[in-house]
């Protein structure tokens, strides 16, 4: 029974892209949104009972479909793995996924490829929760590139966009590399233990040398990188706002760009053996939690800002592996797919209500037009920013104590500097649509209006959730999803810093102080001295320049990668299209000079001898003339014949008898 | 003296497809035009015939005209295979000929000649014979490769094929004949003892052997033997483009390993080197140059060049230092996967060029298949598919392919050709990916509406549901696939 329930979750959705994809033009495309929002339910409702079962029970198992390879000593089957952390996974999967879908009902109204849309999203939901619930390696790869081909295709759902193909594009190939790293990965584990199933990979884990283990840990690290938008493979994060916002809080914020830190957690075993790897993961969050911070700071589309800030929090949770904080990690995930969808689909909603306007600096005023849209963006903001007691407080505040607390003071201060910015960019924005003065294009300003229930209740509700989703998590480090996923996020062998009270209080007041100060900063420079922002740009402009253009990562990795391999590929095109026809002409030439020599030996001496023989064969001629139809394919087929009759007379000559 | 029955028996299905061949080109000036379609369907059905004889006589390893010919497991592969690829190309081009107005029915004799010099070939086990058989295979393909003989592009392709043909096959030729004068024969097994006593630094061996290497690189269209492929590639009919791409570059991958494993099986120092030389640099030009294309067969025509450079990692496998028996042989069954599937995508693809049709030609410009989604629905989702699956994604069998073969890499300490392998593959995400692009994200022009059209016949919806069906279930469910290719690359153990 259970096991069944456990097969259902990603088989609903894949009813629905069957039936949608196959049916989806006989049908109107409302019902095809309703198929595609229900399955999702659906499939939360299944991940539901699952989770009671684990909260009751507590036991994990394995649930195998079917033997998918066999051969040789590769034995692989499409099997499930539901453990607290598959768990965790299937609802934020599900149950965010559910309230996306529910809003771009709404949202995608009236658009041309609504059923595609919808298609592609329930493809995508399958390919997630397939990645979430593989029980071996090749199963999470599989969803591992299911989810990279959808995010393709949704990035570049606009068909009129040239710039939304070349993301989609981008996205895609700079993902393949990532991808390229954890195919190797899969294959060194593979070698290692003859197996790809993570519970027989992990019991005997202690089998690896340190040396191998690091090999596999950082070509797993590669993977993660490209799916979760680390340095150096961030950039195509910021690209992929082209496609459809409900797309970008699904797949760029809340799931799919989550899969790397996921990723990280599942082999925790195989990262704890190799310390080297997993400070590694730890320096390259923290980095890369500071540096799209800084490029979050001058950003004008509203989108892009809130991809910058993706990328950083996914800093905040590779940081939070690095140090060996696990469950923190896991439990940023959460809060972050709560407040970060919120922020994205009140984006969207934002961007519905001023005519698709996406540059920050042609809104301002909206408070008052959108007041619901407004809450709960506040809500959002508020939540990212580190105010207490909303949900990115306290996953926040439990990375950066754990960064303190395991001695690792560089990444502590990267942390607290990245709150800082991320509260200050998070106000602004905030500030820039919200309040002061409208600076909406007067066309566009008499048509604001609010959205409608279907966007706005899951906006609520994902509201809701980021205000308590928190809760989760108190006590710190002792809060009911610690307890949740101890047996399968805790480090192996890690010592327990015993953190006194005073140390962890002391730690909150300065994580609110940095929340605070960057609201504070943001307030000034936005709202209190309008004028100021401006200036300070213009005083420094080299500074703002660079991160303006994003520090010319693009450019370079142009430069570096992109521009070489085609000049390379247009050099080999024309050596292969140029070289080949001069040896044919050359040979032509040949053929020419040679047949010159031989028509005159034909001439003067070959005909010679056969007109006297064609005189004779005249005679005969005619009684052939029925059979010379002029069809060189007829002389084939005589010839044929005449082949067959040869060999047999042969035949018979030489062995004395017949064959036929 | 006679030929024995059993030696005939043995080859019984290269006497049928032969005997069909001639009964087809006989048959052909006394059939009225409006019945030429029985032809197909005969030729087909000796196809059919013989499918049913070769699978049941897989688990045999029989030996006939005096050691000449081989019939084993491998052979039988490969032959399935073939028998698969020219009945889809057969039946592809019932339509497709009449769409390009060449509907002559010796075309299909010359599939059923050129299907019976690849059979020679893949169970040749003397050298001469499979010289044959590569004659055999390739004169018709030249003729075919001009089929549209109104068309300069045709006559042009089947000219450089012809000339570059022949000028490998005079290589090859040479490499025979230096061999046979350190053997005293032409026979594999005769030649590997004679390679074996003459040691690892024999001149006389290594250059034949070179010779080999390049007449059969000439052949599987490896770097830098390539250049004749795109040229051929494009300016032949797109059926017959099929038929060389995939028929022809699976036997000849077939006869080359047979050759490089039975007969220089004991000197894998000596071929291992230029073999990996050759496969890095295949799928480096292959995918690279692939890049900037914008002529969909001139990109199919690379992208067959890059998965032979994939295929050719397999032999890497099989011929590095220290592989054991196991791994090398996987190496070898690897192959043979990576053929097969390639051969199920690649047809797959260049279906749909053949049958999209814009005015009287094919639509082979990358911008004919501009918002083709919102055209030709089905035929767009086809394409994708295939593009995934050249790609290399999963679940698709272009996955399975890879997988299998970087994994034997990486089990033979390769794992550094894995990761050549796997980035180039990324690489090509973008070429093939830019077909789906250009399918599903750009909007057609007001023209392309009328302009284009799909020449959906039956025959050719039987094509695509067989190619898209290979490289679908073969990526859910590939385990037979496996078992059988692991069951016939036994031999080399």
Known sequence: MSDLLVILIPVFPLLAVLLNGLLGHRYSPALAGQIGCGSVGLSFLCSLVVLGEMVSTGTTREVIAYTWIFGGDLNVNLGFLIDPLTTVMLLVVTGVGFLIHVYSVGYMHGEEGYTRFFTYMNLFTVSMLLLVMGNNYLVLFIGWEGVGLCSYLLIGYYFDRISAAKAATKAFVVNRIGDAGFLLAIFLVFVNFKSLDYTIVFSQVDQL?????????????????????????????????????????????????TAGVYMVVRNHVLFDMAPVALITVGWIGGVTALFAATIGLVQNDIKRVLAYSTVSQLGYMFLACGVGAYIAAIFHLVTHAFFKALLFLSAGSVIHAVGGEQDIRKMGGLWSKIPRTHGVFLVGTLAIAGIPPLAGFWSKDEIMAHAFVNGEYGLYLM?????????????????????????????????????????????????????????????????????????VATPAGAEVHEVSFGL????????????????????????????????????????????????????????????????????????????????????????????????????????????????????????WRKLQSGMVH??????????????????IWLTGKSVL | MTIPLADLVTILPEMIVVFAACVLLVLDPITPPSKK??????????????????????????????????????????????????????????????EEGIDLAEFYGLILLSLTGMMVMVSGADLL???????????PLYIMAGFKRFEARSIEASAKYFILGSFSSGILL??????????????????????????????????????????????????????????????????????????????????????????????????????????IGTLVLGNIVAVVQTNIKRMLAYSSIAHAGYALVGLVVVGWAGTEGAVASRGVSSVMLYLAIYSFMTLGAFSIVAILRRGGLEGEELEDFTGLSKRHKGAAFLMLLFMVSLAGIPPTAGFIAKLYLFMAAVDAGLAWLAVVGLVFAAVSAFFYLRVVMVMYMREPSATQEIETRLALTPTTTVVLACAVAGVVLLGIYPSPLISVTTFAAIPFR
């Not at chain 2, 000796?46 to 029989?62: E, K, Q, S, Y």
């Not at chain 2, 014979?129 to 004169?139: A, H, K, Q, W």
């Open chain 1, 504 to 623: 962890l209080v002391g730690l909150m007041g300065i994580a609110i102080l940095i929340a605070v100060s960057g609201w504070g900063v943001a307030h000034y420079l936005y709202s209190a001295r309008p004028r100021a922002a401006e200036d300070w740009a213009a005083r420094a402009p080299g500074a703002y320049g660079t991160l303006l253009n994003k520090y010319y990562v693009d450019e370079l990795y142009d430069w570096m990668f992109v521009e070489p391999c085609k000049r390379l590929g247009r050099i080999w095109d024309w050596v292969d299209s140029n070289i080949i026809d001069r040896m044919v002409r050359a040979v032509g030439r040949m053929v020419d000079l040679g047949s010159a020599g031989s028509t005159w030996f034909e001439k003067h001496v070959i005909y010679g001898a056969a007109n006297v023989i064609g005189f004779g064969n005249h005679l005969v001629a005619w009684s």
């Open chain 1, 209 to 257: 040398s340190t040396e191998m283990a690091t090999a596999i840990a950082f070509c797993l690290l590669i993977g993660a990188i490209g799916k979760s938008a680390q340095i150096p493979l961030y950039i195509w994060l910021p690209d992929a706002m082209e496609g459809p916002t409900p797309v970008s809080a699904l797949i760029h914020a809340a799931t799919m760009v």
């Open chain 2, 37 to 98: 379609d029985w032809l197909a369907w005969m030729s087909l059905g000796a196809l059919v015939v013989c499918f049913f004889i070769t699978g049941a006589t897989m688990n045999d390893r029989v030996f006939a005209f005096s050691d000449l010919v081989v019939v084993d497991a491998y052979a039988s592969f490969w032959k399935l295979l073939l028998y698969l690829v020219s009945g889809l190309t057969i039946l592809l081009s019932m339509t497709y000929l009449k």
């Open chain 2, 129 to 139: 014979v499979i010289y044959l058989g590569i004659e055999l295979m390739s004169i």
């Open chain 1, 415 to 487: 942390a607290a500097i990245g709150a800082l910015l991320t509260a200050f960019y998070m106000f602004r924005l905030t500030y820039l649509i919200f309040y002061g003065q409208s600076r909406v294009d007067p066309k566009v300003e008499h048509h604001i209006h609010e959205s409608p229930p279907m966007m706005t209740v899951p906006l609520i509700v994902l509201a809701f959730l980021a205000i308590v989703g928190g809760f989760l998590g108190v006590p710190p480090e002792h809060g009911w999803i610690h307890g949740f996923l101890a047996g």
């Open chain 1, 634 to 651: 007829h002389y084939a087929a005589m010839i044929v014949v005449g082949l067959f009759l040869l060999v047999h007379f042969l035949l």
């Open chain 2, 174 to 279: 040479y490499g025979i004949s230096l061999l046979y004068g350190a053997a005293g024969s032409t026979r594999l097994a005769d030649i590997a003892v004679a390679v074996d006593a003459r040691g690892l630094e024999d001149p006389l061996v290594l250059i034949a052997m070179m010779l080999l290497i390049v007449g059969f690189g000439f052949k599987v269209a490896a770097v830098p033997f390539h250049m004749w492929t795109p040229d051929v590639y494009q300016g032949a009919p797109t059926s017959v483009t099929i038929f060389m791409a995939v028929a022809s570059k699976a036997a000849s991958f077939g006869a080359f390993l047979r050759v490089l494993l039975e007969a220089f099986g004991g000197v894998k120092p000596n071929w291992n080197g230029p073999i990996l030389v050759i496969c």
